[in-house]
Every structure is written in C-alpha cells, then in structure tokens.
C-alpha cells in the first residue's frame, strides 16, 4: 500500500530508517531529504512511502518515492511489484522518472515509450587515486557564483535535466561548503559533494568547460572533493555517470569508483 504527504516530517519518520538500510543506493533520496530540512527551497513537493504486510510484515516500509519539482519523480529502492500501484496511486502527473533500472524498466512497460533515456551508473569509491595533475582543488567561495551558476547552466543543458533556481542553489551549496573549484592560473572544472547521509557522500554535479576538457581535470576535482570528503565529512563517497560518455565512465575507475548498480532517467512527452 502506497502512503503519501507533502509533509516532510512523516516522510522522514517513516522512510528513513528503510533508506538508512542501504544508503549507498538509497544515495539520492537521503541526499534530498538532508537538503530539505536544510531548507531547500521545494514547492509542491510530495513523498510517498511504501508498505506491505505480507511481503515485509508488520506494515515495515519496503519502498520510497519522491518529487521535488520541477526535476523529475525519483525513485528510492522499492519491490518491482510495487511500481504498478504506485503509478495508479501517485497524486502528481508523470513527466519524468529517475531511479534503480529494473524500476524506472517496469514504469515504462505501464506507462508506454518515453520521450528520452539516460542510462546511468552509481559507483562507490573503493581506494582512491590521487591523479597528477596540474593545478590546486579548492571550496569554492561567493566570488565563484557567477561562473560556477553558468557552468551548471551548461552542465543542466547539456543532460537536459529540469532544474529550479540555478543562482540560489549554487549560493546555497556555496555557503554550505559543497562546492569544490580545481584551478590552474583561472579555474577549469567544478565539482559539488551532498551532505552526508548514512556515512555517504556524493559527487556530482562535475563539469569541465569545453575549452579546458581532456586535460585530466575532472578527475583532479573528483578526486580533491573524495578526498575532503572521506578526511572530514563521511565514510564512503558514490557518484552517477552518464553510461553514453565512456570518457567519464573510465576517468572516474581510474581514480578507484567502482560499479555498484545500473540506473535510469526517463522523460515522458507533457
């Protein structure tokens, strides 16, 4: 049986000793709600929760959903046979789905083709690999919020993903210290780095401008935000790759990310 709420109080008492079990895979919803009660800004947002007593007993919560709009309905880790209810149940229009593969797979058999897909990747880093190249990593600080917003513009246009407010939500990671600049002379990639939730971090977004690309910068970055964040911040870091870029797939091994799960990200026509 499907729950949901807008209140994210009964979410979070619900849901996150389930996502806490696995919060490796459950990365994105844990990452979300420590940004929620960190007050990112989520109008319309909604959670649901899953649960069943003959599977799990006891009523146990066995799945999770969620949207913050305008990005896309997520899924957390949840039964495949919970997903055609879940789509009967939802109180929302469905304009995109991102979440473990054989999920995202058995929404698209109820709800027909979609308009886009984007495999994707989750790795966790095993031993990391400090790459030599040239250059310092560094937080990043206010007087980066003007390049840093257009470089996640470029990142948001590049995938085609939905996002809200590109200028407060760089201010806000800014202030928070999740944002990482690697540097020569001028700086030439980013990385940003969720808060901790259930020992992890993730990276992402990384985003290298065309100009300073295939010079090893991204890894530098990646690997300067894995270090800050296995030295101050959590146990284990995770990050997603794009499964069409085999560049990025193979710069974040060479570091020591390894494959953990296959997800998805599909778009639906409005």
Request: aromatic share 8%; net charge negative; with cysteine.
């Amino acid at each position: 049986m499907w729950t949901f709420t807008t209140d994210l109080d009964a979410y979070a008492e619900a849901a996150e000793p389930f996502l806490l079990n696995d919060p490796v895979r459950n990365t994105v919803p844990l990452s979300v709600l420590a940004d929620l009660r960190a007050g990112m800004p989520a109008s319309g947002a909604y959670f649901g929760w899953w649960t069943s007593g003959t599977r799990l007993g006891g009523g146990q919560v066995g799945g999770v959903v969620f949207r913050t709009p305008p990005r896309p309905l997520v899924f957390g880790l949840m039964p495949v046979e919970a997903v055609p209810s879940l789509l009967e149940a939802l109180p929302g229009g469905i304009s995109g789905i991102v979440g473990p593969r054989e999920l995202v797979e058995a929404a698209v058999e109820e709800l027909g083709p979609p308009e886009t897909v984007r495999s994707e990747r989750l790795y966790r880093l095993a031993e990391l690999s400090v790459p030599a190249t040239p250059g310092r990593g560094r937080l990043a600080t206010p007087a980066d919020h003007e390049p840093l917003v257009e470089w996640h513009a470029a990142f948001t246009t590049e995938l085609g993903l939905r996002e809200g407010d590109l200028a407060e939500q760089v201010a806000r990671r800014i202030a928070r210290s999740e944002l990482f600049v690697w540097e020569t002379d001028v700086p030439v990639s980013f990385a940003g780095l969720s808060p901790e939730s259930g020992g992890v971090c993730r990276i992402g977004p990384v985003y290298t401008p065309p100009s300073h690309r295939r010079r090893g910068y991204a890894a530098a970055v990646t690997a300067f935000a894995s270090q800050v964040a296995l030295a101050e911040r959590c146990d284990e870091v995770v990050l997603f790759t794009d499964l069409a870029n085999p560049t990025s797939n193979a710069v974040y091994q060479s570091i020591g990310y390894r494959p953990v799960a296959d997800y998805a990200m599909v778009t639906f026509p409005d």
